[in-house]
């Protein structure tokens, strides 16, 4: 699976973003999705998984109840909302595939990684 993730930008503490992250290659709708992200100076670090049907999600606890993902098969697309953006946000958010139906928060049980999209959260 190719991945293409998308919709990083600067937005005030408070605000909104929406990062999508685009399929190709291999069924998409037979892995499972994560999101990641990575901050300068720190290890990579799990973010939020859903399951193949989208019926599993899971975060991490920092991001519960602002983060919300989601997925559309159809389109073979992924989601990550995010409201209530805080400073410590800012990273590099990576999406993820992996060749099973049940999501992971694992760096390593991922195959398939997109290149990355930046977001910047400033106070």
């Known amino acids: 699976v190719q991945l293409q993730a998308s919709g990083g930008g600067l937005v005030q503490a408070g605000g909104s973003l929406r990062l999508s992250c685009a399929a190709s290659?291999?069924?998409?709708?037979?892995?499972?999705m994560g999101w990641f992200r990575q901050a300068p100076g720190k290890e990579r670090e799990f973010v939020a998984t859903?399951?193949?049907?989208?019926?599993?999600?899971y975060y991490t606890d920092s991001v519960k109840g602002r983060f919300t993902i989601s997925r559309d098969n159809a389109k073979n697309t992924v989601y990550l909302q995010m409201n209530s953006l805080k400073p410590e946000d800012t990273a590099v958010y990576y999406c993820?595939?992996?060749?099973?139906?049940?999501?992971?928060?694992?760096?390593?049980?991922?195959?398939?990684w997109g290149q990355g999209t930046l977001v910047t959260v400033s106070s």
């Open positions: 290659g291999r069924t998409f709708r037979n892995g499972a």
């Open positions: 859903i399951s193949s049907s989208g019926g599993g999600t």
């Open positions: 993820a595939c992996r060749d099973r139906l049940l999501s992971s928060s694992f760096v390593d049980d991922y195959d398939s």
